[in-house]
């Protein structure tokens, strides 16, 4: 299982610079109140007909190994900050065979950088600490499907590294990020292809490979399955989606927005389109999840209000190694893990 940045670049650029200040000035985190209510997800599963290189389409949608369940707030849960403009909580999770790997990012103003594994069914596995290696930031953590790696940023100290893990959590090596690829420079995370780790520019716009020694190949295309995959916004409100020799192209229906890769698994391609709305008093964000097969066969699409998460996560989509799209969905009690492929059935 592997993806790219799910997100509106708009709504985190800054959300990016405010999470970084803040783990480097320490800022104070707050628990939600205990008597909050937890809303429920509007996602709705729809037929799409986007413009692709497809017939007829349709939705199949495999049945997830993982499963809906919640992750509570506190002590052996999340952290959430909901005193902050905007309020904030995990950076990103990434999805494994096992189950969920969640980056407890703001558990790093206690002094307590960590991750939170669990399998599929929900159950806390275990809690890995990083505070031996002095990890600042978990600005992003990705998979391969077993092994971890975590992007680390410290702005106080101009540190940049990149952490990887085994599958049972422990650290294998560590390596410094050279400048020149930063977050002045479009720095927004990481990507895991099947030749190895990649540095994401401007919400996956651009790549640079990263090797062990810290050597960095600008210009990098990720490789699944032996064939390049890419979404390059195209003329007007067009992106293209190319995977090896085929193309085809997906609309917005509004002139701000952007569309990305979440991730490739065997014949399974995501991808989200945000379309930004600023027609209103207040900007706001529709979501559009959508699954190929490697030809450009729509399988399915669900619609999501970006403005239904409590609190700012960087990332919340990714592609299980199965095909199924999760979402992870902030509410004041907690984080909800939805498995978007089986929404509506």
């Not at 990149?162 to 294998?172: D, F, H, P, T, Y």
């Not at 020694?213 to 979404?231: K, L, N, R, T, W």
Request: charged letters at 20%; aromatic letters at 4%.
């Amino acid at each position: 299982m592997n993806r790219v940045a799910s997100r509106s670049g708009v709504l985190v650029a800054v959300s990016l610079i405010i999470l970084l200040t803040g783990c480097a000035d320490d800022a104070a985190t707050t628990t939600p109140p205990s008597a909050a209510t937890s809303s429920t997800t509007s996602a709705t599963m729809v037929t799409s007909t986007t413009a692709a290189t497809s017939t007829t389409t349709s939705v199949v949608a495999a049945m997830p190994s993982v499963t809906s369940f919640s992750i509570p707030v506190g002590e052996s849960g999340v952290t959430f900050d909901v005193d902050g403009d905007p309020p904030s909580g995990p950076s990103s999770f990434a999805v494994r065979s096992e189950g969920l790997v969640v980056a407890d990012t703001l558990a790093a103003n206690r002094g307590e950088p960590r991750l939170l594994f669990y399998d599929n069914s929900g159950e806390l596995d275990r809690i890995v600490d990083l505070s031996d290696i002095e990890v600042a930031a978990i600005v992003d953590v990705v998979s391969n499907g077993s092994d971890l790696a975590v992007l680390d940023i410290d702005v106080s100290r101009n540190r940049y590294r990149l952490v990887r893990l085994s599958s049972a959590g422990e650290v294998e090596s560590t390596v410094d990020i050279p400048a020149g690829f930063h977050l002045e420079d479009g720095l927004t995370g990481l990507l895991w292809d099947d030749v190895g780790v990649l540095l994401e520019i401007e919400f996956g716009a651009f790549f640079a490979r990263i090797d062990g020694g810290g050597i960095v190949e600008p210009g990098a295309i990720p490789v699944f399955d032996g064939e390049e995959v890419s979404v390059a916004a195209a003329e007007g409100r067009s992106s293209l989606v190319t995977v090896g020799d085929l193309s085809w192209t997906v609309e917005r229906a509004t002139d701000l927005g952007s569309a990305t890769l979440i991730g490739v698994a065997g014949s399974n391609v995501a991808i989200v389109i945000d379309e930004v709305d600023t027609s209103g008093s207040a900007f706001s964000v529709l979501r559009r999840v959508q699954r190929y097969t490697r030809e450009g066969v729509l399988l399915d699409e669900v619609e999501l209000d970006a403005g239904e998460q409590y609190v700012e996560i960087m990332r919340s989509l990714e592609l299980a190694p199965d095909g199924a799209v999760i979402y992870l969905l902030a509410q004041p009690t907690g984080l909800n893990v939805i498995p978007l492929s089986s929404a509506g059935r």
